[in-house]
């Protein structure tokens, strides 16, 4: 897939599976992208390799729904060290995707890599907490999260291009 980086807004979302958090980022990012006119490159990845190929978690792509987004399309594939020079800002949803994230980077690559929380006020630090294990409840506590990484994204891009 090219990857247009002349807006220098090519986004990867991060996570363990690329099945739960960083599709469930990826689909809120597409939406509020959408919402406010703004083009973005946005992609997301996982650090594993278990899930490559497959579909979100039946219950991220339900409470997606729940929320006006369409994830079903999205495959899950694994980071490489190409995506640090294909994509600006690498979002990482907890320390360990972070860890496993650095070991994969190359010494050239431009990526800029964080938390995905970091981004939000007041929120720094934080993880985006993995909802696989648990009940439906968690994959609403991880739409919110990522919504409020989304909005931010927005809120920088919004105030850049003015
Ligand atoms: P994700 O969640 O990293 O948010 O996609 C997980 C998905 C799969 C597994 C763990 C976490 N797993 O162990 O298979």
Not at 7 to 34: D, K, T, V, Y
């Amino acid at each position: 897939m090219p990857y247009d980086r002349t807006n220098g807004r090519a986004i990867l979302f991060l996570c363990l599976g690329n099945i739960c958090r960083s599709p469930l980022a990826e689909g809120a990012a597409r939406a509020a992208f959408a919402r406010a006119g703004i083009d973005a490159t946005l992609d997301s990845a996982g650090t594993g390799d278990w899930h490559v190929g497959c579909p979100p978690d039946p219950r991220a792509q339900a409470e997606a729904q729940r929320r006006g987004a369409d994830i079903s399309g999205l495959r899950a594939r694994q980071l490489t060290s190409d995506d640090f020079g294909r994509f600006d800002l690498i979002l990482a949803a907890d320390q360990t995707n972070l860890r496993d994230a650095r070991r994969v980077a190359p010494a050239a690559g431009t990526a800029r890599l964080c938390l995905m929380l970091d981004l939000v006020a007041g929120r720094a630090g934080e993880s985006v907490a993995d909802p696989y294990y648990g009940d439906d409840d968690g994959f609403t506590a991880t739409w919110d999260d990522v919504s409020a990484v989304a909005a931010a994204l927005v809120a920088d891009a919004v105030a850049s291009s003015g």
